[in-house]
């Protein structure tokens, strides 16, 4: 029998056994979780990465589950993209990198060598056809032209010095803020329950601009109007931190215009177009009275208006004003919830949200609760049908949202969607809002359901892809989906279905990016907000328009200094050629300075080889503008319009619509009005000329194609009452190309050009319409037209006087009496004509000086006309050995005789004006400006052009001249035969224009003469002149006094005794009875005017009544109107069922049915 007791060695070793493996265990109890937690961390260490960009510390963490990584975001800022390996960003990436992002990699490796201007090009040519493809050329070129415009204004987001890469430093940002005068801003809130009819706005203008508060929704929530956006901005850059108030330390000036209001209050009114546009017109002559605006033409302003841009854009339709197409509008930068796409200047901003935060700890708070907001609804859509637009997709929206159960309407046409809340709580519920358009392109609904965390469906890329460059990112599928609207048109989509196959992931991807990148930069902070950690939508705004100011002026005063270190713009011209005329004219009135060097064609300088190395197609015009040549009119027009800084806007419009329409314009002037014009003159008159045969058979030909194009010029072109093409009110380059074409006309024969001219009365009265908003370049420019003419015109009349016959009987006159071996003498006054030179300006020159210089004589001045001739040979002499004039030949002494009176006659004429502009001449006028002024009345006075400019300006401070001006100037109308040239009696012949006064005394009178000359001459005038002058004074004298006696003693004589007595008292009698008389016509004259100033009171009294009648009569009539309204809004409350009245509703429901009872 075997015992089963263990020995005492045995159970000692199993106790140790025991012993070992408990604390085995408990040691392993202990140390796995450690050895747990610590493989873990190293797993994590191995597979996340930080990012820190700005104030914002990304943790991004990688899993093999999802592609792409999941971050947590500490901090925000708007369009901030999230890190991952494949694509890495720094925080000193530029706007030129961002668009590289979507490039091929080998164009990406060389982005550094491509400019900025290359890359919008480069992204343009790839997305015009993203969203619209485009059905013609023109719908393409305008698509790629709001996709470069898009990229050049997100070109502004990144900042361009290190100062502005601080968005709290002030340096270089300082923002000063007009003073208007509160009509332009205030006033117009104050008629606040006016602006609409029948609607009350005062509520919506309280706590600055944000409404009343909406308390059941929280803090920082109010209900805020759609159209608020002016006084929100308003009082929030008055508290700008930057903001200064000495205008020399800004680089942003503030306009406060409430142009959106000033718009609203007309909309429903039956009121003029003035009426409508007057203040907007007011405020622009207000900053053009500021240096700080002429400084740089407005370009550094900017404008606030709280509307969409086509309510300022009227143009056929009466609805809103023209403020944006002024022609000062065009430099400004124009801030708007809706832009122009094809305007660089209009900048789109958030439309005014509920949500208006004071610190990060309130978005920070908004941003959790819409994160954790359980949606309930796929799909939601706000809004109501456009019945009475066929092109719009809302009832179609309406009809597939209705017909699922995933899709739930709110219908605004009921009113419901005035309440915010109603809207607000259908966009939290909801994982995808739609958002088509409504009465324009845009919708604050957008904003609404983003701030909501509701994902937005996007029907057309005009709504906010080509709208928010600063605020929204360029890739929208990050925040948004996008649907064809002609897919949802045609019905070959279903937009719920589509909705319905977005996966768990992408929504949520969607719905983080929205709630913790966009929301904080689309909404306009609290007045008095405080941010540290975020930018909104005021703060994003304000740092990217000191960077466009900045990139703006950078880049006009670059230009202004490479001009300034270029050669000097130089045009090849020949001004006989239309288009040389129409560029020498358009660089005159813009004022661009340029050398303009001669290419005659009628000497054949355009074969040259010189030239051709500028033009290879051997015509004019052409330019040189540094190292570019260009030649081609239209293009040297279009590219001087566009390169220099001085032209105006209206030449070349910044417009594409209104480009577009002056190219179509220019295109059909080459193939038809230019033929027509330029082969008619050609083959009629200007053949010979340039060495060619006439062509009848030609002119008549191109007469055909003239007639044809002038019937298409009054009938299309300018149709309508517009004074210029394309019903503008101001010339462009068509207008200016066209008319110079017309205008060689003028060579022609006048009853010749009046009859094709005179049929068409528009045509003519544009050619004048745009040579005066030309003047006087374009009469100077075609001066030589004229020119052109009285030679044509002389040498008709001698080919029609040589030709014998009755007509002309002076070519017989030298035959008459026999034969003659010498010429006849139409050959000879045709040869003497063919010699005789033109007098060009340096003629004139050395004329005036020759006869400034030349002395004369005072006996043979006033006394011997005889004598007169040897002055004008003297002078005659002078001129014909003028240096400048050794080659030529010699001029005759009577030819200078007549040229001189020519230009002492116009001379004094237009000094007369320039008097009269001197007296009308008002503070700030320069020199030139008088000269203007001058020039216009002497057009005015005598209907021609003042030629003699030159001419003036040698003779006006000449004391010679000046005093010869003088006597000529007080004659009094010529009628005497002997005038007297001053106080002094000198008196000179009438028929001797060239005699001169002559000093009486003082050394002010000595007149200035040339080096030479002796001045013991004029020592015996003023001797001879004395004593004559005393001489003459006595003889007066003694023959008055022997007069006056004379006659007294034969008045004597004559009366007998008594009669003298009798006389006088008669005298008395008739005197004292004649101021009877005109005492008592006085006094009947004052009773007359008492009693029409009596009757004016009476009937000014009687309107005044009227008027206060009918006042009255109005102001029932608003009365009875208000009451009807009020009718109406208790008539629907009671309409509806309890409960479907909100408490602002029953309230409003209560009190009306207290009024009426």
């Known amino acids: 029998m075997v015992s089963k007791r263990k020995s005492r060695t045995s159970k000692t070793i199993e106790d140790s056994c025991i012993h070992l493996c408990s604390v085995f265990f408990r040691s392993l109890y202990y140390t796995l979780p450690a050895l747990f937690l610590f493989f873990f961390l190293l797993y994590l260490c191995l597979s996340f990465t930080t990012g820190i960009s700005y104030n914002n510390f990304h943790i991004c963490i990688f899993s093999r589950k999802f592609n792409d990584p999941y971050c947590n975001t500490a901090g925000s800022k708007p369009g901030y993209q999230i890190i991952s390996e494949e694509n890495v960003t720094f925080a000193g990436e530029t706007a030129g990198d961002r668009i590289l992002d979507s490039v091929p990699v080998q164009e990406h490796k060389t982005k550094y060598k491509v400019d900025l201007n290359s890359l919008i090009e480069l992204k343009a040519e790839e997305e015009y056809s993203k969203y619209i493809k485009p059905t013609s050329e023109d719908e393409g070129y ?78 920082g929530w109010f209900a805020t109007h759609m159209y608020s956006l002016e006084p929100i901005l308003h009082s929030r850059v008055l508290k700008h931190p930057c903001r200064v108030y000495n205008e020399t330390q800004a680089k942003l000036f503030y306009v406060p215009y409430y142009g959106g209001y000033d718009v609203l209050r007309w909309h429903y009114r039956n009121v003029s177009e003035d009426v409508k546009d007057r203040l907007g017109i007011e405020v622009l002559k207000w900053l053009e009275s500021k240096e700080s605006w002429r400084r740089n033409a407005g ?257 006009f005063s670059d230009t202004q200094n490479r001009r300034k270190k270029k050669m000097k713009l130089k045009v090849y011209a020949d001004r006989m050629s239309q288009p040389s005329r129409t560029v020498l004219i358009f660089c005159k009135v813009n004022e661009i300075q340029f050398d303009e060097i001669l290419i005659s064609l009628g000497k054949r300088q355009q074969l040259c080889p010189e030239f051709k ?62 033929p027509g014009a330029s082969g008619y003159v050609l083959n009629s008159v200007l053949a010979p000329a340039l060495g060619l045969p006439l062509n009848p058979k030609a002119a008549a030909e191109a007469e055909n194609i003239l007639t044809n194009s002038l019937s298409t010029l009054e009938t299309f072109w300018l149709k309508g009452s517009a004074k210029f093409l394309l019903g503008g009110k101001q010339p462009s380059i068509a207008d200016l190309s066209l008319v110079c074409e017309l205008m060689q006309l003028q060579v022609l024969d006048d009853k010749d050009r009046l009859r094709l001219l005179s ?106 006309e005889q004598q007169a001739h040897t002055f004008w040979k003297r002078i005659g002499a002078h001129v014909s050995n003028s240096a400048s004039l050794a080659n ?150 003694s023959r008055l006094e022997n007069l006056w006696v004379l006659d007294e003693e034969e008045q004597v004589m004559d009366l007998p005794l008594g009669v003298k007595s009798s006389k006088q008292k008669e005298r008395k009698v008739a005197t004292k009875t004649m101021i009877e008389e005109r005492e008592a016509a006085n006094f009947r004259s004052r009773l007359g005017n008492l009693w029409l100033l009596k009757e004016k009171e009476e009937r000014e009294a009687d309107s005044r009544s009227r008027l206060e009648n009918l006042w009255a009569l109005k102001e029932k009539d608003i009365e009875e ?6 009718m109406e809004v208790l008539k629907s409350l009671l309409g509806r069922r309890t409960g479907e009245t909100s408490e602002k509703e029953e309230t409003l429901k209560n009190k009306l049915i207290d009024e009426m009872l």
């Not at 470069?148 to 430093?169: A, C, F, H, T, V």
């Not at 040297?636 to 594409?656: F, G, R, T």
Request: net charge positive.
């Open 142 to 219: 305008a698509l790629r032209a709001v996709i470069k415009y898009l990229y050049l204004q997100r070109s502004w987001l990144s900042p361009g010095d290190e100062n502005l890469n601080n968005p709290r430093s002030c340096e270089g940002k300082g923002v000063y803020v007009y003073d208007l005068p509160s009509k332009f801003n205030r006033d117009l809130l104050v008629g606040c329950n006016d602006i609409l009819p029948g609607v009350n706005l005062c509520s919506y203008f309280k706590n600055e601009g944000f409404g009343e508060a909406i308390t059941n929704l929280g803090k």
């Open 299 to 555: 370009k550094d302003h900017v404008f606030v208006l709280g509307k969409i841009t086509w309510d300022f854009r009227r143009d056929k339709d009466p609805w809103g004003s023209r403020f944006l197409e002024l022609q000062e509008m065009q430099n400004p930068t124009k801030l708007l919830i809706e832009r122009q796409p094809w305007q660089v200047n209009d900048i789109a901003i958030p439309h005014p949200t509920y949500f208006h935060p004071r610190t990060d700890d309130d978005i920070t708070r908004w941003q959790i609760k819409i994160m954790s907001k359980l949606r309930r609804n796929l799909v939601s859509f706000a809004g109501g049908a456009r019945p009475d637009n066929p092109n719009n997709i809302r009832s179609t929206l309406i009809e597939q949202c209705i017909s699922s159960n995933q899709c739930r309407f709110l219908n605004c046409t009921n009113g419901s969607c005035t309440n915010p809340k109603n809207v607000l709580d259908l966009f939290q519920d909801s994982e995808f809002c739609l958002q088509p358009p409504g009465d324009s392109a845009t919708r604050r609904s957008v904003f609404d359901s983003l701030i909501s965390g509701c994902i937005p469906v996007i029907f057309t890329p005009y709504t906010a892809y080509y709208q928010y460059a600063w605020h929204l990112p360029e890739d929208h599928r990050k925040y948004s989906v996008y649907i064809s609207e002609q897919d949802v048109k045609e019905k070959r989509v279903n937009v719920v279905e589509i909705l319905k196959a977005k996966t768990l992931k992408e929504k949520k991807d969607m719905k983080s990016y929205i709630v913790q990148q966009l929301l904080p930069g689309l909404v306009y902070g609290d007045s008095n907000a405080k941010f540290e950690k975020f930018r909104d939508a005021f703060d994003i705004t304000f740092d990217c328009l000191l960077e466009k100011i900045n990139s703006v002026l950078k880049t």
């Open 613 to 674: 190395d500028i033009n290879p197609m051997g015509k004019v015009p052409a330019i040189v503008d540094g190292r570019l040549k260009l030649f081609e009119s239209h293009a040297i027009l279009i590219y001087l319009s566009s390169a220099y800084p001085s032209v105006v806007d209206h030449w070349y419009p910044n417009d594409l619509s209104k480009r577009a329409k002056i190219h179509s314009v220019l295109d059909w002037h080459h193939t038809n009005l230019r």
């Open 759 to 864: 049929p068409h009365k528009k045509v003519e009265q544009w050619i004048e319409s745009t040579r005066k908003a030309t003047m006087p370049h374009s009469d100077e420019v075609h001066e030589v037209l004229f020119r052109a003419k009285d030679r044509f015109q002389k040498q008709r009349e001698m080919a029609t006087a040589s030709k014998p016959g009755p007509q002309s009987k002076i070519i017989q006159f030298s035959s008459i009496g026999g034969t003659s071996d010498g010429p006849n003498l139409v050959q000879d006054t045709t040869d003497r004509k063919a010699r005789r030179r033109k007098w060009s300006p340096p003629d004139d020159v050395i004329l005036i000086s020759a006869w400034l210089n030349t002395s004369k004589d005072r006996k043979v001045v006033v006394y011997d």
């Open 888 to 1037: 030529l030949p010699k001029r005759e002494w009577n030819h200078c005789r007549q040229r001189w009176r020519k230009i002492n006659d116009y001379v004094c004429k237009f000094v007369g004006c320039y008097d009269q502009a001197l007296n009308q001449r008002a503070s700030g006028q320069s020199e030139d400006d008088v000269f203007q002024v001058a020039y216009q009345l002497y057009y005015n006075n005598y209907m021609s052009n003042f030629k003699l400019e030159h001419a003036w300006r040698e003779l006006r401070h000449n004391k010679k001249w000046c005093s010869t001006y003088t006597s000529e100037n007080s004659k009094g109308g010529g009628s005497s035969k002997r005038t007297k040239l001053n106080g002094g009696g000198v008196y000179s012949s009438s028929c001797n224009p060239e005699s001169v006064p002559i000093a009486l005394d003082g050394e002010e009178q000595v007149m200035d003469r040339p080096l030479g000359v002796k001045s013991s001459k004029q020592k015996e005038k003023k001797v001879a002149t004395k004593t004559m002058l005393e001489e003459r004074e006595a003889d007066s004298r």
């Open 1121 to 1126: 109107q208000k009451k009807l309204t009020r």
